[in-house]
């Protein structure tokens, strides 16, 4: 599908910066011979320096952007992850947090409060933040809703060599590049980019919307799709998730299916891991174990574009004005995470979370008699917990290094034999 013509349009800056990130990409792909893997593209278009969708000037969250994250919705969200936290620092794990991928900073500067009214006051917090922009908005963020707080929080520019605390991440595994894989005729193929046969600046747009809608013409290098034979090693890695995901036993593999592997989340994880001297780690995203993920019946996979609110499935459309995301393989992330050598604290849905952490308490410190604040903390709520929503579809994963098994967060609903 390519994006409706009612999508609101890009203005002039925005369709500039993607005609030069496609630019970029057109030259990669003349480069390495007229294919990349679709990883390549997608790290290209979140992360290319100055023009990626994260590296990029773009507005991405809350209601002005593309997309609403768990911290923007309430401050609930960041005082239930503090509360595990501070189970985790009573436990013994090193009073650092090292926050990746940080968004607007919502969720740092709620975590800080909270921490601080329990007790933990003199806690470093670390973010790794790979965009300029969201450091600057991370700052503001801070700086506006919890000033006190600033001191305790420095930036980071890559993963730090040996981490002693707890590493978080909301949202962040599903923002990692992944590589698409295609079943035809019982071979794995692996899906790439190349340039479009229709690509020469000035040809004549194609349907859909047009790169430059004031003209109708195609001022930019334009992208397709194309499948070739999976390398020996990619075709390893995709039989074996597929027969993990009990593939074989369903009588082998429908033709047509497309999917993807999450081999970068997966890396970043042994990283992680190798790094973790005392501590934890905990990750919120939406995803499944093995089995769901890679069901035959969600044959063209998870792969997602957001574009102010709306979602549309073609990833190759205006590169860095779009967010690009797929959802997350946790069984794949838990068997990277005990590669590592990482415990297993707890996987269960958000819902379950956050309620083990103590979200009905915490919801009662607004009085029912403030109806206005009331009927706005029940419609956040309503999103982070109900199964239509976020509840189910989102999980949180811990692992620990030196930790007790006894995560609160994961005291009821624990579903670690899903995976
Ligand atoms: C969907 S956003 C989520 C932002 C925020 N955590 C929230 O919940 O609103 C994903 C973020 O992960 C960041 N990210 C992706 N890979 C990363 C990495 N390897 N290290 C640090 N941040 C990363 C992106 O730059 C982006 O800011």
Same mark, same amino acid.
Request: glycine share 12%; aromatic share 8%; charged share 20%.
């Given at each position: 599908?390519?994006?409706?013509?009612?999508?609101?349009?890009?203005?002039?800056?925005?369709?500039?910066?993607?005609?030069?990130?496609?630019?970029?990409?057109?030259?990669?792909?003349?480069?390495?011979?007229?294919?990349?893997?679709?990883?390549?593209?997608?790290?290209?278009?979140?992360?290319?320096?100055?023009?990626?969708?994260?590296?990029?000037?773009?507005?991405?969250?809350?209601?002005?952007?593309?997309?609403?994250?768990?911290? %923007?919705?309430?401050?609930?969200?960041?005082?239930?992850?503090?509360?595990?936290?501070?189970?985790?620092?009573?436990?013994?794990?090193?009073?650092?947090?090292?926050?990746?991928?940080?968004?607007?900073?919502?969720?740092?500067?709620?975590? %800080?409060?909270?921490?601080?009214?329990?007790?933990?006051?003199?806690?470093?917090?670390?973010?790794?933040?790979?965009?300029?922009?969201?450091?600057?908005?991370?700052?503001?963020?801070?700086?506006?809703?919890?000033p006190a707080m600033l001191g305790?929080?420095?930036?980071?520019?890559?993963?730090?060599?040996?981490?002693?605390?707890?590493?978080?991440?909301?949202?962040?595994?599903?923002?990692?590049?992944?590589?698409?894989?295609?079943?035809?005729?019982?071979?794995?193929?692996?899906?790439?980019?190349?340039?479009?046969?229709?690509?020469?600046?000035?040809?004549?747009?194609?349907?859909?919307?047009?790169?430059?809608?004031?003209?109708?013409?195609?001022?930019?290098?334009?992208?397709?799709?194309?499948?070739?034979?999976?390398?020996?090693?990619?075709?390893r890695a995709v039989r074996a998730?597929?027969?993990?995901?009990?593939?074989?036993?369903?009588?082998?593999?429908?033709?047509?299916?497309?999917?993807?592997?999450?081999?970068?989340?997966?890396?970043?994880?042994?990283?992680?891991?190798?790094?973790?001297?005392?501590?934890?780690?905990?990750?919120?995203?939406?995803?499944?174990?093995?089995?769901?993920?890679?069901?035959?019946?969600?044959?063209?996979?998870?792969?997602?574009?957001?574009?102010?609110?709306?979602?549309?499935?073609?990833?190759?459309?205006?590169?860095?004005?779009?967010?690009?995301?797929?959802?997350?393989?946790?069984?794949?992330?838990?068997?990277?995470?005990?590669?590592?050598?990482?415990?297993?604290?707890?996987?269960?849905?958000?819902?379950?979370?956050?309620?083990?952490?103590?979200?009905?308490?915490?919801?009662?410190?607004?009085?029912?008699?403030?109806?206005?604040?009331?009927?706005?903390?029940?419609?956040? %709520?309503?999103?982070?917990?109900?199964?239509?929503?976020?509840?189910?579809?989102?999980?949180?994963?811990?692992?620990?290094?030196?930790?007790?098994?006894?995560?609160?967060?994961?005291?009821?609903?624990?579903?670690?034999?899903?995976?």
């Amino acid at each position: 599908m390519r994006p409706a013509p009612s999508l609101p349009l890009p203005d002039e800056d925005q369709l500039a910066t993607s005609r030069r990130l496609s630019e970029v990409i057109a030259e990669a792909i003349r480069a390495a011979g007229g294919w990349i893997g679709f990883d390549a593209f997608m790290a290209r278009a979140l992360y290319e320096p100055g023009l990626g969708y994260y590296s990029g000037g773009s507005r991405k969250f809350g209601e002005a952007g593309d997309f609403v994250t768990a911290p %923007l919705i309430s401050p609930l969200f960041g005082r239930c992850v503090a509360a595990q936290l501070a189970q985790w620092f009573g436990q013994g794990a090193p009073e650092a947090v090292y926050e990746f991928g940080a968004g607007t900073g919502a969720l740092a500067a709620t975590v %800080l409060e909270a921490l601080a009214e329990a007790g933990h006051g003199r806690v470093r917090y670390r973010i790794v933040e790979l965009s300029g922009e969201l450091r600057a908005r991370q700052r503001e963020t801070l700086a506006a809703s919890a000033p006190a707080m600033l001191g305790r929080v420095e930036w980071l520019d890559a993963l730090p060599e040996r981490i002693e605390g707890v590493v978080l991440g909301n949202e962040l595994l599903d923002a990692m590049p992944v590589r698409l894989f295609g079943l035809a005729g019982g071979q794995v193929v692996e899906r790439g980019v190349v340039l479009a046969p229709d690509s020469a600046a000035g040809a004549p747009a194609g349907p859909g919307m047009p790169d430059d809608p004031a003209t109708g013409r195609v001022e930019a290098p334009r992208f397709a799709f194309a499948d070739r034979p999976a390398d020996s090693g990619f075709e390893r890695a995709v039989r074996a998730a597929l027969d993990e995901a009990g593939w074989a036993a369903q009588g082998g593999w429908p033709g047509g299916y497309r999917s993807e592997l999450g081999e970068q989340a997966a890396a970043w994880i042994a990283s992680v891991g190798a790094r973790l001297a005392r501590g934890a780690v905990l990750l919120i995203d939406y995803g499944f174990p093995r089995a769901e993920y890679y069901h035959p019946q969600r044959a063209q996979g998870t792969l997602m574009c957001h574009y102010r609110h709306r979602s549309h499935d073609d990833p190759l459309w205006l590169p860095g004005l779009q967010d690009l995301t797929a959802h997350v393989d946790f069984s794949a992330m838990d068997a990277a995470a005990r590669a590592a050598r990482l415990d297993s604290l707890g996987y269960a849905s958000q819902a379950s979370f956050l309620f083990g952490c103590g979200l009905p308490e915490l919801a009662m410190r607004v009085s029912p008699e403030d109806a206005g604040a009331w009927a706005r903390q029940a419609a956040a %709520l309503q999103k982070l917990v109900s199964e239509a929503e976020m509840g189910e579809l989102f999980k949180a994963i811990a692992w620990g290094r030196g930790l007790p098994d006894e995560a609160i967060g994961f005291a009821r609903g624990d579903r670690r034999g899903a995976l």
